[in-house]
């Protein structure tokens, strides 16, 4: 007798049971891009009473914490990252009140709130970079090379691409790693390590549960600032140490924040988002004197294939262990292009993808928008869009405006809910069935699968912790079981026949049961109950 899986089961009813320390081990910790999430006054920007009013959403979807962007005092020059007070709320996304306000309605919820801190840079506008003296202190200036000062102190460039470094009108020279609206702080000096505490306790006394801290491996810069070698270093980044990311000496900062962190009642966490040459040196970041969790960026980058999975699981939960931190999952951000369409399989492959990382011991972040199945907007007209590396030709891949574009909650045409004047970046025409409301519901739509797989995530005892222990699987499939689960994975474009494993308790895709084989549609993953 044959019988097919079509949909998730439905979510039980009862609340979630009680979960004890250290919540951030096994959380879901959903990032919100504020500017593109809801708009509450029509001005086509999305704000914090926007993520007040859709705070409900957020709990039912099952996640445990929120992460929000940059929402401070800033020209917007790099989406916010680029921060003139880091103690007030840009008006185009609120008020002070309207912060506080979130932070409460959010624990009200039951939901935790992280929040990103940027202390590699500021804004050019910053008070500290407006004033000549504060800045050749607090900033990193140079002298030009060149017989006139003409030419930079040094090879590096900017990762939005072009020289790391711009002239001023006095004739030295400032550091920014990112944009020129970006001047990389001096953390040699004590002041800028006061004022970041400072900053830090002041959103704590909050109430914050946290920080997503921007740049993690970048303030600390090699003594001497030295060369990288002509044209070397975009193939360095990230699969070595720079003279400028990933220096040994960013771990004594961490390690004060940390301090600072467990002041404070109520486990509030550090999160780096670090981009080191190997999953062992990301892990120096989570030692148990430093931050609490880092992106596992490993894994984002990953391409659909069992032998690449498998090696970036194995590899990360094996450099975690030593060091007893939980390892991080993450697909999708604000920097790269949706998974959906990154990894190449269309919305089958994206769900497939999403129940895999669900089922992963440790905590998993996942990006607004990749719930209802978004794919990456590739043909936003030139004019629209505003990503500072889109400008400057050459950088971190120029096209992080795709991944941005606001989301679609409801109604037939533009802006879909997302505001009732309009949205910052145009979203696309056929995205109706996408919105919140067209899935919401509908047992086979992908924010269904996302509810339902949380739920069981939230209820199966152990399944965000522990071990995993791989099963033999046909090739082009992945098995592993993990506490009353067990998972398979088929990368392949076309179905596969295995052993049964169990019931089926959830699948991205419908499988098919005859007798003791199951048929497991191509790019589908499956959680059986053992
Ligand atoms: C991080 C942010 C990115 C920003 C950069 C500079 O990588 O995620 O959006 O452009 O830092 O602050
Ligand atoms: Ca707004």
Redesign the pocket.
Known sequence: MTQELTSPSPAPQAPAPHRGPGWWRDAVIYQVYVRSFADSNGDGIGDLRGVCGRLPYLKALGVDAVWLTPFYASPQA??G??VADYRAVDPLFGSLDDARDLIGAAHDAGLRVIIDI?P??TSDRHPWFQDPALARERYVFRPGKGERGELPPNDWES??GGPAWTRTDRGDWYLHL?APE?PDLNWDNPDVHAEFAAIMRFWLDLGVDGFRI??AHGMVKAPGLPDIGHGEQARLVGSQVLPFFDQDGVHAIHRTWRRLLDEYDGERIGVA?AWAPSAERLALYVRPDELHQAFNFHYLRASWDVTELRGVIDESLAAMRPVGAPATWVLS???VVRHRTRLGGGLDRARAAALLMLALPGSAYLYQGEELGLPEVTDLPDEARQD??FFRANG?DGF?DGCRVPLPWSGDLPPYGFGSGGSWLPQPADWAPLTVEAQTGDPGSTLELYRTALDLRRRLPGLGDGEISWQPAPEGLLAFRRPGVLCTVNTLGRAAALPLPGKPLLSSAPVTIDGASAVVPGDSCTWWAI
Request: no cysteine.
């Open positions: 790099d989406g990252y680029d940027v590699n840079h990762i939005f990112f970006q921007d740049v988002e951000n604000h920097d500072p590396s971190q992080r």
